[in-house]
């Protein structure tokens, strides 16, 4: 499955302004938990094209894998960990619990000028994070 384009969000940062960005990796510990982690990634793709403070998002699902890659630009962290922690996302954090493998979340930022965010940078980001180091 090919990583879903970049949507925007209803946040429209301008110019040089700085954003969060998290990346993450959410590996699944079982391939019979794809469907319902799949089911959880729509309904909260709807739930970030309404959130204020989202500038924009995307999923990479290695379905083979049983990864799934995230990528999103936020207003700013506070913004962001409001969103992880209400609606449909913390539904999921609870019903996925015990589902997942080892996640990987690296916090960065770019200016709006970044926007949309590019998947080649963002992967080399968690591979950074999870070298260990010299």
């Known amino acids: 499955m090919p990583a879903l384009p970049w949507t925007t969000g209803p946040f429209n940062p301008t110019g040089d302004r700085e954003l969060h960005v998290l990346t993450s990796t959410l590996p699944l510990t079982r391939y019979r938990d794809v469907p319902r982690f799949i089911r959880w ?6 739930q970030l094209s309404t959130t204020e403070g ?33 609606g449909q996302h913390a539904a999921m954090l609870a019903d996925m619990a015990g589902r997942l493998g080892q996640p990987t979340f690296v916090e960065s930022s770019t200016d709006a000028n970044g926007l949309p965010l590019e998947w080649a940078a ?12 010299p």
């Open 41 to 46: 990634t729509m309904q909260i793709r709807k």
């Open 122 to 133: 963002a992967k080399q980001r968690l591979t950074n994070a999870r070298q260990p180091p």
């Open 54 to 86: 989202c500038a924009g998002y995307s999923l990479d699902a290695r379905l083979l894998r049983k990864t799934f890659y995230t990528l999103s630009a936020w207003q700013d962290r506070d913004t962001m960990n409001r969103f992880v922690h209400s």
